[in-house]
Every structure is written in C-alpha cells, then in structure tokens.
C-alpha cells in the first residue's frame, strides 16, 4: 500500500482563490512527522510547511496552512490567496520515526497552476 | 553560497559508463541523503547516512552505491549506468537532532539531472 497518497495529478486555481492540495498518508506509528515541499520549473525543492502527530494545532506558514486530520490519516495543504509563482509541483512527504528516523518518503505530488 | 552543492549540475552518459555524482554541504549536518526523481513516481531514497561510517540502502540502491568521504561530502557511483537510471537526483541533508515532534528539515541541493543513453 501507498504510504503517501496524492489523488491530484494536477490542479488549476485562479490567482487570489485559495487551494486545497490532498495528502493521506498510512502508518502505524504513533510519532511521524508531514512535510509539504514545492518544486517549481526550476526544479529545487523548498520546504513549506511541517505538521509533528502530537501537534494539537494546524501548521500554519504565512499563505500555507496544513489541515491535519489524524483520525483520517489527511495532511491537506492549504494555499490561500493564490499567485502566479505559485504554479508549481507539490509533494506530501512522512517521516517515521521506525528504521532510524528521518527518511521521508514521498507522494507522486500534484502540479499545481495558478490561472489569471 | 549555496549549504547544498550537488556536481554536475548536468550530465549526459552512455550505457555502461561508471558515474558519480557529488554533493558537498556546509550546513554541518550529521545526516544525508540521495534520492532520485522520476516524473510520475515522486522521489524515492537511494541511500542514506547518519555519519561518516554510518550508510544505508534505501527503497531502491540497486545499481547505485555510495561514499561517504567526510561529514560534509556524500557521493553517490553508478558503476555501469543503463538508461533507466535517467532521472534527476537529489541530495538532501538534515541535523541529527530529532525528538519526537520537532521539525529536523531536510535541506536539499539544486539536483543533477542525469541522462543514460
């Protein structure tokens, strides 16, 4: 089974709207870590936003917000007020804390186009 | 300066040619990574080391290997490249801190894009 799960293949949103990217994820750790990455044309991959399990809040990073809902296993990531750079590919990544901690693994991510 | 540095930045090989690709760090980072992108499958772990004499398999080190010469240099070696191994790699580094809940990111360098004809 897929560890990281991102149903999106692609997703287009008008500049200023705000975006919802899907993430579900499946483990049987209590401790994990989600990540969400942006990779744009340019190809590097930056960081955006963390969610730990045991953190009772939603990550929030300025325009990007992570709706966490551990019951259903979801690390939705919330873009508001889309722009234009925001047109990128997004990945959802878990760490576990098994098998020495720290390796992420990856969702097949979701492209995402900011529209005019 | 860049903390993550990957060498080449490019490369264009033949089948059965032996590779390396590089990526040096001055993040001061106990751990690092390699990963491959291809488009489709996200990125997947190739190998990865807590410290110098610290290396281990990811999900697919199969053809590849790797060297760890110091804390802040990590090689990753195709000794015969084949075609299927075209994609874009990825270095990556984090601390070694990571209690339970803390952020502990990884960094990652610009990539290599590697194509085997």
């Known amino acids: 089974a897929q560890k990281i799960t991102q149903t999106q293949p692609g997703m287009f949103v008008q500049e200023k709207e705000a975006v919802t990217l899907d993430c579900t994820y499946d483990?049987?750790?209590?401790?994990?870590?989600l990540f969400w990455y942006k990779q744009p044309s340019s190809g590097e991959m930056i960081f955006l936003i963390y969610q730990g399990s045991y953190d009772e809040q939603n990550a929030t990073e300025g325009r990007y917000s992570l709706n966490f809902q551990k019951a259903r296993k979801s690390a939705n990531l919330v873009i508001s007020a889309s722009q234009l750079g925001d047109s990128a590919m997004y990945f959802c990544a878990m760490r576990e804390a098994g098998g020495g901690g720290n390796k992420l693994t990856f969702g097949t991510g979701t492209q995402l186009k900011v529209e005019l | 300066d860049a903390d993550v540095t990957q060498t080449p930045r490019n490369r264009i090989t033949k089948t059965g040619k032996r590779i390396m690709l590089e990526c040096s760090q001055t993040?001061?980072?106990?751990?690092m990574y390699w990963y491959r992108q291809d488009p489709g499958l996200g990125l997947r772990l190739i190998y990865y080391?807590?410290?110098?004499?610290?290396?281990n398999k990811g999900e697919i080190s199969d053809g590849y290997s790797v060297s760890r010469q110091a804390q802040a240099k990590f090689s990753l070696s195709l000794e015969s490249a084949i075609p299927n191994q075209t994609a874009l790699y990825f270095c990556?580094?984090?601390?070694?801190?990571?209690?339970?809940?803390?952020?502990?990111?990884?960094?990652f360098g610009p990539g290599t894009r590697l194509t085997v004809l």
């Open positions: 080391s807590f410290d110098v004499k610290d290396i």
């Open positions: 993040k001061g980072h106990d751990r």
């Open positions: 483990t049987s750790d209590q401790s994990y870590g």
């Open positions: 990556a580094t984090s601390d070694r801190r990571w209690p339970s809940g803390s952020l502990d990111e990884q960094f």
